[in-house]
């Protein structure tokens, strides 16, 4: 088993629509939960991060957490062209030095 | 701005020639990160320091080596590029303490000929 998973898509959306991407882990030690952006041919970028088992909200992003199942989502409401990108989840694997697995990586495609 | 920074933006390196890739960064982050990003892939840790210790992924290939001289730089020297080399090498910094993620520089894009 991988350790972080994704499904890599594309997947396609219409603009002005909820985008749902999902990411599953096997490191149960894994702590926090992070979610980068990567436009093509660029170097990614943290969008959101999340702690705690439930939902956490920043604008149009909200990160959801459920630990027991060993998944994490981003929902990115009124999703716009310029959403169109990879999204790398990366669990963190321990406190040393952060370390981060990313995942694969979903490629996301809003379309006007 | 406080920044991660990278080069070149752009590497072209003879089969075999060695090449090496420079970081730098003003945040005075203890914890500096290579990773290899292939297209389509997602970034593969090859290394990291925590200050001066040097951390080695159990999977990188000897042919790759970094050196961190100061908190400021660190580099990555390829001996011997092969063409499964080329790819997107990207630096990474974190602090040691608090929970924020990493800041990435632009990426170095290495061509092998």
């Known amino acids: 088993q991988k350790e972080v998973e994704q499904n890599s898509g594309p997947l396609s959306v219409p603009e002005g629509a909820i985008a749902s991407l999902n990411c599953t882990y096997s490191?149960?030690?894994?702590?926090?939960f992070f979610w980068y952006r990567q436009y093509s041919g660029k170097s990614p970028e943290l969008i959101m991060s999340i702690y705690s088992n439930g939902d956490k909200e920043d604008g149009r992003f909200t990160a959801q957490l459920n630990k027991a199942s060993q998944y994490v989502s981003l929902l990115i409401r009124d999703s716009q062209p310029s959403d169109s990108a990879t999204y790398l989840c990366?669990?963190?694997?321990?406190?040393?030095?952060?370390?981060?697995?990313f995942g694969p990586g979903t490629r996301l495609s809003v379309l006007p | 701005d406080a920044m991660v920074i990278q080069n070149p933006r752009y590497q072209v390196t003879q089969f075999g020639k060695p090449v090496t890739l420079s970081c730098s960064q003003t945040l005075n982050h203890n914890v500096m990160y290579w990773y290899q990003q292939k297209s389509s892939q997602a970034p593969k840790l090859l290394f990291h320091?925590?200050?001066?210790?040097?951390?080695n992924e159990a999977d990188t290939p000897d042919n790759f080596q970094s050196r961190r001289p100061n908190t400021s730089f660190c580099f990555l020297d390829i001996r011997s590029p092969g063409l499964g080399d080329a790819a997107m090498y990207l630096c990474?910094?974190?602090?040691?303490?608090?929970?924020?993620?990493?800041?990435f520089g632009s990426g170095t894009r290495l061509t092998v000929v």
């Open positions: 990366a669990p963190r694997r321990d406190n040393y030095g952060q370390n981060f697995v």
């Open positions: 320091y925590y200050d001066k210790d040097f951390n």
């Open positions: 490191d149960r030690g894994s702590q926090s």
């Open positions: 990474a910094t974190s602090s040691a303490t608090g929970g924020v993620g990493y800041t």
